[in-house]
DNA sequence: AATATACAAACGAACAGCTGTTAGTTGCAT
DNA sequence: ATGCAACTAACAGCTGTTCGTTTGTATATT
């Protein structure tokens, strides 16, 4: 039996994908060493391929990491039976929740996905795009329903997918309101101004 | 020998920034090399060092253009004397345009600011937060005058702020509405959503 | 209980290539 | 002939990554 696991919980390549995911959120992908993600695992740089293949595998690891919980939480929402206005209401809120729980993975997957390379970099891409539109089909559908304003629903998709980013902001900002009062607030804008 | 071709109006230098832009902008910052650069212009590396003192300096450029762009509008419509739900509209209009016209230029100063460094980097960065407050000011002032709802203003900035980025993926899409309906979608979407 | 074995995981040194930038030189238009 | 703007060559430092080796420790054998 290799023990592999690292002191508190985890094996130590998820020890290096969180401090990775930390560094490439402040410095971004390409200004991010491995000699810098080194210090911060507390190791010398050519010990943490012991563990992983690749710098461009942890961007991996984390971009698809992010693009399968979206789309999973998308498939449960398309199951459930509810409104159309509703489900665009739960995937943004769950966006809302994803951007305040795991906001540095979320950020890093959003802003440096262009920097892996092809088999994965199209993959991605193609997910992205695959996503926006299911969305976007739900919203249609609550227009033909009369549940939804009439509205560009791609449009309506680029400002919310977008917007849900500010709370980056939100996160080192110093009079933060509450999570819960951010979410609501949020939710006010963006889904009240659909309803038809 | 290759010379840089100047167009009919503008120095060499306004020729490295553009093509600066274009380059930062599909690359980032930091993986866009100056001999990526000077290939874009059609010239040698070292040549460009006769028109630019740094690498950063192009990016500083860029920045601050963008920054004192929007500060300027945002001063004309402050001082303009139209109820602060106009004015926040006002200001909408103008980011989407922005993002219409120069949008690369925009795109660059909001992903890649955090590589500048130090007494610029600072700048830019009370400038942002300046801005904001400056906005979120009009924003409680129509919530006070019963002009908005009675919403959370940082909130309604960080939204506004960050659904424009949006504009980039529109940019890049095949089936385009046109830019002035997609603008009467956002103020539609947006600003409706405010009203009391 | 002491020893041997096995193997994960750390290390220092080195690599080939790329980075921004400088120096010195040369060509071209005025 | 003056000077701007291009060139080539080179720099010192950093990049991701590989190599061979050593260390620590959990298990198996004695």
């Keep these: 039996m290799a023990k592999i696991k690292s002191k508190t ?3 130590k390549k998820e020890v ?10 402040e410095k971004g992908f390409k200004a991010a060493s491995m000699r810098d993600l080194a210090e911060a695992v507390g190791v010398e740089a050519a010990s943490l391929y012991n563990h992983i293949q690749s710098k461009e595998e942890l961007l991996q690891e984390i971009c698809f990491k992010v693009a399968n919980a979206f789309n999973q939480k998308c498939d449960e929402i398309e199951a459930s ?16 929740q994803q951007m305040f729980n795991h906001y540095e993975m979320v950020i890093v997957a959003d802003r440096e996905w262009r920097h892996l390379s092809d ?4 993959n991605y891409h193609n997910q992205r795009r695959a996503y926006r539109k299911r969305i976007a089909g739900i919203i249609e559908e609550g227009i033909a329903n009369k549940e939804i304003k009439d509205v560009d629903a791609p449009t309506v998709v680029l400002i919310m997918l977008h917007a849900v980013n500010g709370i980056e902001s939100w ?3 110093k009079e933060k309101i509450s999570p819960k009062q951010l979410e609501e607030n949020m939710v006010l ?8």
Aim: positive net charge.
């Design 9 to 11: 919980n985890g094996t």
């Design 16 to 25: 290096i994908v969180d401090a990775a995911t930390r560094l490439f959120r």
């Design 81 to 96: 039976g509810i409104a159309n206005i509703r489900k665009v209401e739960a995937i943004l809120r769950f966006h809302i």
């Design 119 to 122: 088999p994965y970099l199209s």
């Design 171 to 173: 996160h080192r900002s």
């Design 189 to 196: 804008i963006m889904i009240e101004g659909l309803k038809a």
